[in-house]
């Protein structure tokens, strides 16, 4: 089937300066127009509902708001629109949820940290159906396949809670957040920290910003050690 153009784009992230600067990235390209943009998940849904879109650009991690972020945001949207293309535009560049995406249908990952002219690429292989790792998304998952890194592996579901968790949500807003119980929220947390040798919660905070769970740092408040 051939594909027309402009590509419609809606653009989601909960840092305005990075939707404006995809704006003023896109808007140099004929074959792409931005049809609206969102700064959380509730708006994110709203736009989708309201407006016709081919691909949309989000970012994986935007706390709050009714449809939460990450795996269980994106698994929320293609559950409403199938046929939608996705390229998620990140700091996040940890392999086990990049891999994630992947095994979700997403397989057109971007690095915030890589050149801006990645996304219009990026855009272009999601409308047809094509795949494309910008070069810092590329090296993330290339480690993972060669299982060059001896920490444990996490899974998807052990990763998310951590992430979570290091983005200041307790245990019980966990839980309400993925739709499990306490019980399985505390398991998995337990579980994670157990294969990766960890004993206190503070300890969680510094492996999610050291291994790239938490996507911005520097809004990650580390809590005190009171041993320290």
Same mark, same amino acid.
């Given at each position: 089937?051939m594909k027309s153009?402009?590509? $419609?784009?809606?653009?989601?992230?909960?840092?305005? =300066?990075?939707?404006?600067?995809?704006? #003023?990235?896109?808007?140099?390209?004929?074959?792409?127009?931005?049809?609206?943009?969102a700064h959380n %998940?509730?708006?994110?849904?709203?736009?989708?509902?309201?407006?016709?879109?081919?691909?949309?650009?989000?970012? #994986?991690?935007?706390? !709050?708001?009714? #449809?939460?972020?990450?795996?269980?945001?994106? %698994?929320?949207?293609?559950?409403?629109?199938?046929?939608?293309?996705?390229?998620?535009?990140?700091?996040?560049?940890?392999?086990?949820?990049?891999?994630?995406?992947?095994?979700? !249908?997403?397989?057109?990952?971007?690095?915030? %940290?890589?050149?801006?002219?990645?996304?219009?690429?990026?855009?272009?292989?999601?409308?047809?159906?094509?795949?494309?790792?910008?070069?810092?998304?590329?090296?993330?998952?290339?480690?993972? !396949?060669?299982?060059?890194?001896?920490?444990?592996?996490?899974?998807? $579901?052990? =990763?998310?809670?951590?992430?979570?968790?290091?983005? !200041?949500?307790?245990?019980?807003?966990?839980?309400?957040?993925?739709? $499990?119980?306490?019980?399985?929220? %505390?398991?998995?947390?337990?579980?994670?920290?157990?294969?990766?040798?960890?004993? $206190?919660?503070?300890?969680?905070?510094?492996?999610?910003?050291?291994?790239?769970?938490?996507?911005?740092?520097?809004?990650?408040?580390?809590?005190i050690d009171p041993?320290?």
């Amino acid at each position: 089937m051939m594909k027309s153009f402009p590509i $419609r784009v809606i653009i989601a992230d909960d840092h305005p =300066a990075v939707v404006v600067g995809a704006q #003023y990235e896109l808007s140099a390209s004929s074959t792409v127009a931005v049809v609206t943009t969102a700064h959380n %998940s509730t708006a994110l849904m709203e736009a989708l509902a309201a407006h016709p879109c081919d691909v949309l650009v989000s970012d #994986y991690a935007m706390p !709050g708001n009714e #449809y939460g972020d990450g795996i269980t945001l994106f %698994s929320a949207i293609l559950k409403r629109h199938p046929n939608l293309k996705i390229v998620v535009m990140t700091m996040l560049e940890n392999a086990v949820a990049l891999r994630a995406l992947i095994d979700l !249908g997403i397989h057109c990952l971007v690095s915030k %940290s890589d050149m801006t002219n990645h996304l219009t690429m990026a855009i272009h292989a999601a409308y047809t159906d094509g795949r494309y790792l910008s070069p810092s998304m590329d090296r993330a998952l290339r480690q993972l !396949g060669a299982g060059g890194d001896k920490t444990p592996t996490l899974s998807v $579901r052990e =990763a998310e809670v951590v992430r979570l968790f290091a983005s !200041g949500l307790s245990v019980n807003e966990i839980a309400d957040r993925l739709n $499990r119980s306490k019980k399985t929220i %505390s398991t998995q947390k337990s579980s994670a920290m157990q294969k990766l040798g960890l004993e $206190r919660d503070v300890d969680v905070v510094r492996y999610a910003i050291a291994c790239g769970l938490v996507a911005d740092p520097g809004n990650a408040a580390t809590p005190i050690d009171p041993a320290s």
